[in-house]
């Protein structure tokens, strides 16, 4: 049996600057209507900008939807049709005032596919060096950096929430320990 749900109408309902949100009608793999509830977005990228030292660098900043301040690896989300490469490299810059010799391309997470079409490309970047930060205008930001171990450590004790940083921090400790089994990513 297919899985797959066909789309009959696609309603938007809300465009906005970041998000769009869709009320679709569809219809199930048994052939019975439904509604789909949809948030449409142009997508994101998050960098691990890992260090000689084996440090991630991250920023803190406030998030207006939970009212707290999350310690994140730096990220953005992509302007439409834009390379994700491109979009980490001034993310990197932007947010950590760096740049990379090196970006590996760890694959891509999507945040909640439940009602949103948002996939964010994931980067692991080495071989850092200073330039300056430049933050966007509505942006206030805290660099941090924290050893790799205890970045694990503070996501298996619910100190770092950010799913896609989640994500990352184990994707990054994962590889570090095949490549000290094998001899080679990194």
């Known amino acids: 049996m297919s899985l797959t749900e066909k789309t009959v109408r696609k309603n938007t309902v809300y465009s ?11 219809e199930l793999p048994n052939g019975k209507p439904c509604i789909r509830e949809v948030v449409e977005h142009n997508g994101g990228v998050c960098v691990a ?15 207006y939807p939970y009212m707290e301040e999350l310690l994140e690896l730096p990220a953005g989300k992509l302007e439409k049709d834009e390379d994700p490469l491109e979009a980490g490299k001034r993310e990197l810059e932007e947010e950590t005032g760096r740049v990379a010799d090196r970006f590996i391309f760890a694959g891509q997470f999507y945040p909640s596919p439940g009602y949103c079409g948002e996939i964010i490309h994931l980067y692991i970047a080495t071989g850092l060096r200073f330039t300056h930060t430049h ?15 205890k970045a694990k450590s503070m996501v298996m004790n619910n ?4 799913g896609k940083t989640i994500a990352l921090i184990l994707k990054v400790d994962a590889l570090l320990t095949e490549e000290n089994n094998s001899g080679g990513l990194l």
Do not use: H, S, W
């Open 49 to 63: 900008p890992l260090t000689a030292g084996g440090e991630l660098i991250f920023v803190r900043q406030f998030r």
């Open 16 to 26: 906005g600057r970041i998000i769009n949100v869709r009320c679709d009608d569809a």
């Open 159 to 162: 100190e770092i929430k950010d």
């Open 135 to 149: 933050p966007d205008e509505d942006e206030f930001l805290e660099i941090e950096t924290i050893p790799l171990k």
